[in-house]
């Protein structure tokens, strides 16, 4: 009897657990998961070496944190211009595009480990010019100051004493703590927040929180589009390229993706792509 | 984007947030009763390993705990991890809850006066037969609120999936919410966890009351 009881008590346990918890996502509606994210856990199969076309599966490294070069669009899929080009290569060579979205602190051991081929989404080059092998850069990033419209601030020299807000592991977070970049200007900051994302930073800029932000020219504008109160300050705090990361001993791969790119600029891929994406259009670089 | 579109696309991530929860509680329960009667095993060898194990895992981060599992056969043994997220993460999951466990249970099975062992050895029951039919249902009485606890604490620590790039329900809002520069995406989150919270509760309050079987 008690022995029964106790299987009973352990079956029951695990139900009630199944029970709780399947209920949920039954109730919202069409339930439709982002399968384009979906990570293929079940793909066994080892990627064909570089030569062999067509059974080659393209490992796409990037962060879906990363609006408008990698983020889940309206529709709720994977997209971005980074995402829309990389699968235009693989389109170009007939390779197989797998999307392998990671946690960006996670993106070299990631990239080392093999789990992706490249780092492609936003990626600045400058400050890492020997850590990767790189792609022809593809655009310009400007780390600008953006401000209330009505705070008075008008120039870099005005932020003295003010609060300043940025995204951790950001361009404009590591040119503000650079000693050779703005870390001088950051001293005289009245305090520099750190933020997890520009979409709390934005919220706090908003709120009246902190008085200003340091952002990727292309990030700041995406943020600001639709609202009207913001402006950045005339002075840039820096500016950079983007390019696209290999290994180091990934040569072929690169090549390969460099000569692609090459022909997608010449057929008008990369500017029809860029069109779509008007908040970076301006800051696309190449065929220009 | 539109809130039923936001609504679906985070639909996707409570399944996944489920499919942990679900997959760490069915291996670690188990897992952590062998683990808690190996912690009390006669050999010493056996105990000291096992009180590493539990030493280990609860004086570390379960965020470092996941990456280790995920990037550790690639930089020990240089092994391909393609697929591996997903299992390793469930390993990291599992692992770490049953350390947790086997104190509950620990906890549980020393709290049984040992009158109770010398009894059942006078009526004649086996060592087996005395901790399945007399320890052990008193002892699932008595830790079913730690247990509860945990498998609460569980429900939210789903989120920590984020560091191996799993499309969980919190991983999705972030990125949702930068996308859309919105916080709706948080506030669909914290609803989502609540109500999970709150039907585990309610499960646990029923078990409870079942076992009540001497009131």
């Known amino acids: ?288 | 984007m539109t809130l039923s579109t936001m609504l679906s696309t985070m639909a996707g991530g409570m399944l996944k947030t489920c499919g942990i929860f679900v997959l760490t509680l069915v291996g670690s329960l188990p897992l952590g009763m062998i683990v808690a009667l190996l912690r009390r095993s006669r050999f010493t060898v056996i105990r000291g390993i096992v009180r590493v194990y539990i030493s280990v895992i609860r004086g570390t981060p379960l965020m470092l705990q996941l990456l280790v599992w995920y990037f550790g056969p690639f930089y020990l043994f240089h092994w391909s991890i393609r697929g591996w997220r997903f299992p390793a993460l469930i390993l990291g999951f599992i692992l770490n809850y049953a350390a947790y466990f086997a104190e509950i249970y620990r906890g549980g099975i020393e709290s049984i006066p040992a009158g109770q062992y010398e009894a059942a050895q006078v009526l004649g029951y086996s060592k087996t037969q005395t901790f399945m039919r007399i320890i052990l249902p008193q002892v699932i009485k008595r830790i079913m609120p730690s247990v509860t606890n945990e498998v609460i604490t569980l429900v939210k620590d789903t989120s920590l999936a984020f560091t191996l790039a799993y499309q969980e329900v919190f991983s999705l809002a972030k990125q949702i919410s930068a996308s859309q520069t919105s916080f709706m995406p948080f506030v669909i989150a914290g609803v989502f966890y609540f109500v999970a919270n709150y039907a585990v509760e309610f499960a646990m309050e029923r078990i409870e009351k079942a076992l009540n079987y001497y009131r």
């Open chain 1, 1 to 288: 009897m008690k022995r029964t009881l106790a299987c009973i008590l352990a079956l029951s346990m695990t139900a009630a657990v199944f029970a709780g918890c399947t209920a949920i996502p039954a109730a919202a509606p069409a339930a439709q998961p982002a399968e384009a994210v979906e990570e293929t856990a079940a793909a066994s199969e080892e990627a064909a070496p570089a030569g062999d076309e067509g059974t080659f599966v393209f490992k796409h490294g990037f962060d879906l944190d990363y609006p408008p070069y990698s983020y889940i669009d309206d529709n709720g899929q994977t997209g971005g211009f980074d995402v829309e080009m990389a699968q235009a290569v693989c389109e170009y060579y007939g390779w197989t595009y797998e999307a392998v979205p990671f946690n960006w602190d996670a993106k070299d051991a990631e990239l080392n480990a093999g789990s992706c081929d490249c780092i492609w989404s936003g990626f600045t080059v400058n400050g890492r010019e020997d850590d990767y092998l790189w792609s022809m850069p593809y655009s310009d990033n400007t780390q600008m100051i953006m401000v209330k419209k009505d705070s008075g601030i008008a120039s870099l020299a005005d932020l003295e004493g003010k609060a300043v807000g940025v995204q951790t592991s950001t361009s404009a977070y590591d040119l503000l703590n650079d000693e050779e970049g703005q870390a001088e200007l950051a001293k005289t900051f009245g305090s520099l927040e750190v933020y997890e994302t520009y979409t709390i930073a934005f919220n706090d800029l908003k709120a009246g929180a902190i008085d200003a932000i340091a952002i990727d020219v292309t990030s700041g504008n995406y943020l600001m589009s639709g609202e009207t109160d913001f402006a950045y300050l005339d002075e840039e705090l820096g500016s950079e390229q983007y390019a696209i990361g290999f290994r180091k001993d990934d040569q072929e791969l690169c090549d390969k993706v460099n000569a692609a790119l090459e022909a997608l600029v010449a057929d008008g891929t990369y500017d029809a792509i860029g069109q779509k994406y008007p908040d970076i259009y301006n800051y696309l670089t190449l065929g220009k």
